[in-house]
């Protein structure tokens, strides 16, 4: 059994009653993608934190406002493991950005390079 499954301010209550779901079919489960993004709040948006960048523009740079914060990406993505360690998932790859975005391979690195300017 394979799911994404990023944690986020409207799900964390019950992220970890989701995640024990996914073995009701007494399968072994994978955790095909999670993660965290780089800047201070990117924790309480999950998978949307790419939000905080304009795609729009060439190349895409990150909006206003946002702060890098590489210990709370850490903290998280700590946290999650702990959890799918104790919930018995088989495997979990951290997702690193969208290496495949329609932009070119390699925008999620150049993301967290351009939060670092």
């Known amino acids: 059994m394979g799911a994404n ?14 995640l024990r779901a996914l073995h009701r079919h007494g399968k072994p489960v994978v955790i ?3 993660g965290c993004c780089t800047f201070t709040g990117a924790k309480e948006q999950g998978g949307m934190g790419f939000t905080a960048v ?3 523009r060439e190349p895409a740079v ?12 850490a903290d998280e993505i700590g946290a999650l ?3 799918y360690a104790a919930e018995r998932v088989h495997g979990a790859p951290e997702h690193h950005g ?18 670092a300017e």
């Open 54 to 56: 304009d795609w729009e």
């Open 62 to 73: 990150v909006k206003e406002g946002f702060v890098r914060c590489e210990r709370e990406q």
């Open 81 to 83: 493991l702990d959890l």
């Open 32 to 34: 095909t993608e999670f």
């Open 98 to 115: 969208p290496a495949a975005h329609p932009r070119g391979p390699g925008v999620g690195r150049g993301v967290r390079a351009a939060l």
């Open 5 to 18: 499954l990023y944690r986020n301010a409207e799900n964390k209550a019950t992220c970890t009653e989701k």
